[in-house]
Nanobody, 123 residues
Framework: QVQLVESGGGLVQAGGSLRLSCAAS????????MAWFRQAPGKEREFVAG???????YYADSMKGRFAISRDNAKNAVYLQMASLKPEDTAVYSC?????????????????WGQGTQVTVSS
């Protein structure tokens, strides 16, 4: 059974940093695309960042320069380092993985999802 388990969320003040982790089990995602999405209350799930099977990274425009996605193939894990956090970054952040190698920016493109971790940024 494939599982993606996120950790690292929490409450942080504006301007602060957090590092989210996503540990995969049940199959290896080495060489496959993984991504982070987020969903704020009353809003649709949106793409945050993705990393291809070849470790090319992609970011939503509003996250460029503030967020960094990385992966550790030996640990079958992906990370999201977030800095200069703003109250509008408050959301549930979810890790996703797909069987393909290319990063897609829409949720239906992903085959596996974690349960999400809450990030709350106070002003």
């Amino acid at each position: 059974q494939v599982q993606l388990v996120e950790s690292g969320g929490g409450l942080v003040q504006a301007g602060g940093s957090l590092r989210l982790s996503c540990a995969a089990s049940g199959r290896t995602f080495n060489g496959h695309a993984m991504a982070w999405f987020r969903q704020a209350p009353g809003k649709e799930r949106e793409f945050v960042a993705g990393i291809s099977g070849g470790s090319t990274t992609y970011y939503a425009d509003s996250m460029k320069g503030r967020f960094a996605i990385s992966r550790d193939n030996a640990k079958n894990a992906v990370y999201l380092q977030m800095a200069s956090l703003k109250p509008e970054d408050t959301a549930v952040y979810s890790c996703a993985a797909r069987r393909g190698v290319v990063v897609l920016t829409t949720p239906p493109g992903y085959d596996y999802w974690g349960q999400g971790t809450q990030v709350t940024v106070s002003s």
